[in-house]
């Protein structure tokens, strides 16, 4: 018989697994740093900076206001723990998972790309882009001096050079263990990566139940969705891992109430090892890109959360502003804040700050503390909330007391 966890417990199990819940160091270090990518497998990265960089705020979620050079130097450069790649969207994920990815290298080979096979009918220039880099090293593809180098027509003003390196990217001819100015540096594998890591991956079929199996012990409880979506796989493709991991007891299946895929319950499991609290301490802001809340449907269902970003939404449209950011109070989400970091003027704005329905009567003073800790570790001096919102008039108040 499947045993029936509560959606109550569904919340703390999922969010025990992320990292939550633990008391945060007085002074997070490196150490503590690398381990919230150790426990999330990957940090999502985006180049939107009116508030923060995404991959800086799990981090900043988990363990409250860090020094950012600590995860530039779990991140960044040769002697860093992590390469860029596509494993959710673009995200640093550990070099030791590169050959897990295999798998999809081949896949983006086979298809000859999204791009009209660009990499076919540009061989000459990948070619010559490789001797490029076997000679001068690492290079952003600024560097690049050739005749093809020149921004151009669609593709985000891609050059050839660009271009052509970023589908080198995608089939693994060359790697990105860096970026100087958030520009892509990028690398022959063999520049980059110890030799054990070239040449060898698992099978698809056991690449797939490895990253099955990680993404369980992230998310700690999970539908079939929710463990295809965390590497951006196809659910067909997952079910036979999760047959295999259930086989194993990695997996236990069980029924959330209330969890439903489509007209049906939606079947779960949670990974064994995944710890039960009887209740979460947290008061914290999440990433759009967090994985508590990058796969939609899970917010939904886990939290009764809707929630998306409107930056491509026209302002008058906007309902909830240009980058909010989810509000985590204990075990639920409650609400929204759109921040952006006036750092000329050292302020944080509050550009909008909105409550959910099953916010409690004490958000905003719960909210407040973590605006200025946010507001101090950008550097900021002042926190201004603007007149918009249903939080926005609590939550001026409340920081008018601190």
Sequence with gaps: MVATVSPQLARRIALAAQGFGRPAPPVPGVRQVAGVLDRLGLLQIDSVNVFERSHYLPVFSRLGAYDRAHLDRVTTGRRGRTLEYWAHEAAFVPREMWPLFEFRREEYRRRGGDWGGWLVENRELADWLKAELAANGPMRASE?????????????????????????????????????????????????????????????????????????????????????????????????????????????????????????????????????????????????????????????????????????????????????????????????????????AKVLRVQSAWSEATAPADTAARLAPVLRSAAAWQGLEEVVVADRGDLASALRAELALT
């Excluded at 520009?183 to 698809?204: C, K, S």
């Excluded at 199996?213 to 295809?228: M, V």
Aim: net charge neutral; with cysteine.
């Design 144 to 344: 690049i001096e050739h005749d093809a180098n020149v921004r151009q027509g669609p593709w985000w003003g891609w050059s050839s050079v660009k271009r052509t390196l970023e589908w080198m990217f995608r089939v693994g001819e060359v790697v990105c263990v860096e970026r100087r100015r958030f520009e892509r540096v990028y690398a022959l594998p063999e520049q980059a990566l110890p030799a054990e890591l070239l040449g060898v991956a698992p099978d698809e079929a056991e690449a797939v139940r490895v990253l099955v199996e990680r993404a369980a012990s992230a998310l700690g409880i999970a539908t079939e969705a929710d463990l295809a979506d965390y590497w951006r796989m196809k659910r067909a493709q997952v079910r036979g891992a999760i047959r295999d991991l259930e086989d194993a007891g990695l997996l236990v299946p069980v029924e959330v109430p209330g969890w439903r895929s489509g007209a049906r319950p939606a079947p779960a499991w949670v990974h064994r090892d995944a710890r039960r609290p009887r209740r979460i301490d947290a008061a914290t802001l999440l990433s759009p890109f967090d994985p508590v809340v990058w796969f939609r449907p899970r917010a939904e269902r886990m939290f009764d959360f809707h929630y998306r970003i409107e930056i491509y939404t026209p302002e008058a449209q906007r309902v909830f502003g240009y980058y909010s950011l989810p509000v985590l109070l204990d075990d639920d989400v409650v609400g929204r804040v759109d921040l952006k970091s006036d750092r000329k």
